[in-house]
């Protein structure tokens, strides 16, 4: 990201210096005219054109040329002036044509090319802008060295057309060609370049160039973007090396600790992530996405106490978010409060027509079973059943049968047998459940034969 923002702020810096030449290659025509012996009654239209420019009056100004451009011979230089009419009003793409005349009758005219270049880009024509860009820069104004810039504008112009593979050789081109004048948007520039062509190694060598030649905010990004790469790659050691370098340089940037942070959970190293995620709390409010991670850290590295402040935290913002009650519930029980992770599941049975969580369900009947409400087990359990069944339809999740068993299990033990029995049969219709649920049926018809059916 932060190298195609910095794509685009060149082109705008670029579009800005190409207007600037325009203006001054409009005000510089009638001196050139004068060195190319023009003829006397075309001086004076473009001079009069001129005056009505300067006053604004551009269509007083277009409809002075207009009228000499009917004739068969008429002069560039009337295409030119037309052309320049066009562009400083604001109307690009009718100059376009005006200068596609100029560069066929004069094919070394740099100004028309320019300005013409300026045109296409405005109008998102970009690779036949890349193509006037690079004509400009072959035919440079008399006395005038060569502009590295237009190769630069020529070389974004075929990015913007996703043409990734005529940009790189003008961008090595001029690294070669201007080593004195090099800038570092054009490093930045052959980044984008690279990750276009699939070459991210080449990418990271300019990246570590723009780190070195950059300073403050905009050094921050491409270290930022450096350790992004780094890992992309899979060079975990890189990234850290460069992460620590710039920690001890840079501290307080909370960006650093961030990224190490992720470094960390890639490698597995939860108590190391948990902890840089603390720093990164000090220097900056965390997201929701980071604040769960906090929890979630705390969770499994054995802190379940903390970890359920935190759940409790994010849930009051979001409380309808049944992920966060799972993990509350299951923060309580590591904490043995069986009968508060009891509450957190049936948080998220909905009372109207939101849809039912399946896990939450799962573990709340499970949750009822450890505290021996096996009837009330026994009906969640069977809940979840249906809801697995039809998922089964659907083709959308796994089969019931597991669940089935356990409603088994819990009407057994609440000796709810006829509801015991049904759900076993139920069971013994998949395959994995199969062997059992049959031992069960057969046990059940001995147990309940001497019970009270209910």
Known sequence: M?????????????????????????????????????????????????????????????KVLEQQRQQPQHHYLIDFTLGNIYLLSEQKELAIPYYQAVVQQRPHHGASWLNLAQCLYATAQYEQAAQAFQAGYANP?????????????????????????????????????????VQTSWHAALVQIYLQLDQPLQAVEQLELLVQKTSADEQRRWRAFLVQQYMVLKLPDKAFAALQDYIADDGLEARWWQLLTHLHLEGARYPEALVTLKVLAYLRPLSA????????????????????????????????????LGRLAQACLNLHQSQQALYWTQQGDPATGESADVSLLQLQAQLLFSLKRYAEAAAIFGRVAELERLAEKNSSGKDSGAAWLMQGYAAWNGELWQQARKAFEQAERYPAQRKRARQLLHQLATVSSTSVVR
């Open 289 to 324: 996405e980071e604040r769960q991670l906090l929890a979630d850290l705390h969770l499994n590295l054995g802190v379940p106490a903390q970890a359920v402040s935190y759940y409790q935290q994010l849930y009051q913002q979001n409380p309808h978010d049944k992920r966060l």
């Open 141 to 181: 104004q008399p006395d005038q060295p060569a502009q590295p810039q237009l190769l630069y504008n020529a070389a974004l112009c075929y990015l913007n057309s996703n043409k990734p593979q005529l940009a790189l050789p003008l961008l090595r081109r001029l690294l070669q060609e201007f080593p004195a004048q």
């Open 2 to 62: 932060q190298c195609l923002k910095q794509k685009k702020i060149s082109a705008w810096l670029f579009l800005v210096l190409a207007l600037i030449s325009a203006m001054l290659f409009f005000c510089t025509t009638v001196a050139q005219a004068q060195s190319e012996q023009i003829p006397l009654a075309v001086r004076r239209l473009v001079l009069q054109a001129q005056e009505l420019l300067e006053q604004r009056n551009y269509t007083a100004a277009a």
